[in-house]
């Protein structure tokens, strides 16, 4: 369906999308819901499921409807 459109699939689906910059930051796009959110963990709410977020002296430095930005040290990140 995206590709018959020419519109990519986070936007038809709705699917996270998730960026890396190092082991020290991550963008997530398209969520919907902070679950849980420690130093060590962070629990997101998406469309198609949760993501973890783990590692220490995580913070979520920033966050709008569409989008937040973590920082810390980035040891995983699960699917669920």
């Given amino acids: 369906m995206a ?3 020419n519109m990519p699939k986070d936007v038809v689906l709705g ?3 998730l960026t890396m910059t190092g082991q ?3 963008s997530v796009e398209n969520y919907r819901g902070i679950i849980e959110y420690t130093d060590l963990l962070i ?3 998406t469309k198609i ?3 973890k977020i783990i590692g220490k002296s995580l ?3 920033y966050y ?3 989008e937040m930005k973590i920082t810390g040290r ?3 990140i699960e699917y669920h």
Avoid: C
Wanted: charge should be negative; aromatic fraction near 0%.
């Fill in 3 to 5: 590709d018959a459109a």
């Fill in 15 to 17: 699917v996270p999308i």
């Fill in 24 to 26: 020290n930051e991550v």
């Fill in 43 to 45: 629990r997101i709410q």
């Fill in 49 to 51: 499921g949760q993501i």
């Fill in 59 to 61: 913070q979520i430095d």
């Fill in 64 to 66: 709008t409807n569409d």
């Fill in 74 to 76: 980035i040891t995983s």
